[in-house]
């Protein structure tokens, strides 16, 4: 087998222990906000409203704003089991996609007769987030800059030329280090238009305060137990109290959906990041960056990086991590390998920022689904919408998500709720101890693919014949 290019230009251990020995253990973009992010009671008692949301995270809170914007009179409830914004939706990269599908390539091989729709749709989406974002005067560090992916070995450059997705551009070597230098780029295309980068968890706290003074009533620490039926609507048990909804909405992204038909249905794969401190004049000159794209190699394990409003790097990805059994649990969020192993490929792509320390490391659970985007669906007479599977790519699909939510709720056919990505359920993941075994496998095929020129084994082939192929 090959090597790669962060195999074949290891850094110094010294360098790396050195950059990761002041780095404390908690995502950046929550530390201090949160304690001065605004605080909402525990629900106590009993309670009614037409819509009770179920989940504090990007999900529940555009649908909260949606809901608003439909119908300024409907009365709506959140219910967060702990903080607004404080898993996901606080700590991810902050890469606002167009993308619906996780990508062209997934939505190509998946919905090849509906792609043009699925893409206009994605593009009308990130529109209409910006729009929110202006309109109401989101603080969340809004930056309309784009995509980088970039090759970092040959079989990768062929990839990119070959992709011609309208609104980009190719890149060879020497443009694409024109834009950031990095030696281990050999070429690039750059998605001029169709990514946004964002504060994530200020976009988080954002969307609360509008919610919240267009009308919606926010509980916090309160933890949903279970959904039972009542005339005319739903009744929402929590561990303090009751709320009597005439429809709900499930947002629980990688945590329990309160259903048992979606039991299956997503595994959660574990993400870890890095933030540097920020960078000085003559670093930033260094490496160029000059248009602030966000960055995504082509590997299957591959890196994504991006500027901060300060001039940080953060740096993640590579390692996505599944645990037999599937549960979220803190102590997968401490991986001091994995963030050696990140810090290392961060100065073989960057070898001119030796010295650069590191200021936070942090992780977090994905809920990924077979088809690697969201999935959708109704339950108790039409009564409960759901939306789940976001696969990491959930900062602008879960705003289309909402209206999608809101559109089978009213019972409603629309553009959207149309499009087969919505219509049907993609295949659920094997009960353990098949999942853990398949999904590791596939893990291993997708690194050696990396290693292979990107030649897909008999594993990856026969996923992909079946429509649970891995790409990403």
Known sequence: MNTTVFERNVPQPAVVAKALEDAVHRPFWTDEL?????????????????????????TGLWTALRAKERNPERSVILLEAQRIAWAASGRNGGFCESSLTHGYENGKNRWPDELDTLERLGL?????????????????????????????????????AEDEVPGSVFLDQEAVRAQVNSPTYLAGRWYQDSVAMVHPYKLGLELARVVVELGVEIYEETRVLGLKDHDGGVTVLTDGGQVEAGQVVLGTNAYPSLLKRNKLMT???????????????????????NNRQG????????????????????????????????????????????????AAHFFTTF??????????????????????????????????????????????????????LLDL?????????????????????????????????????????????????????TLDAVGLGFDS
């Open 124 to 160: 009308e989406n990130l529109e209409r987030m910006q729009a929110a974002v202006e309109k109401y005067g989101m603080d969340c560090d809004w930056e309309r800059s784009g995509e980088l992916n970039v090759a970092v070995e040959p079989h990768q450059v062929e990839w990119l």
């Open 267 to 289: 595994v959660t794969v574990y993400d870890y990041a890095l933030m540097t401190e920020p960078l000085t004049a003559l670093q930033l000159d260094a490496i160029g960056w």
């Open 351 to 404: 070898p001119q920022l030796e010295g650069l320390k590191f200021s936070h490391k942090w992780a977090g659970p994905i809920d990924s689904s077979t088809q690697f985007c969201a999935f959708f669906g109704t339950a108790r007479k039409g009564k409960v919408a759901y939306a789940a599977g976001f696969t990491g790519l959930g900062v602008g699909a879960t705003a289309f998500a909402a209206d999608v």
């Open 409 to 461: 709720l009213a019972g409603e056919e629309t553009e959207r709720t149309r499009v087969e990505m919505v219509r049907k359920r993609p295949l659920p993941f094997p009960p353990e101890p098949l999942a853990s075994v398949g999904i590791n496998l596939t893990r291993w095929s997708m690194d050696r693919a990396d290693h292979n020129g990107g030649k897909r084994n008999i594993i990856l082939k």
């Open 34 to 58: 949160q304690d001065t992010a605004p605080r909402h009671p525990r629900l106590e008692g009993s309670t009614g409203a037409d819509l009770v949301i179920v989940g504090g995270g990007y």
């Open 295 to 342: 960055i995504g190699d082509m590997a299957n394990q591959f890196h994504y990086y991006r500027l901060s409003k300060d001039n940080r790097i953060l740096f993640g990805g590579y390692d996505a991590l599944y645990f037999r059994g599937g549960r979220v649990n803190p102590r997968h969020e401490d991986r001091p390998a994995t963030w050696e192993k990140l």
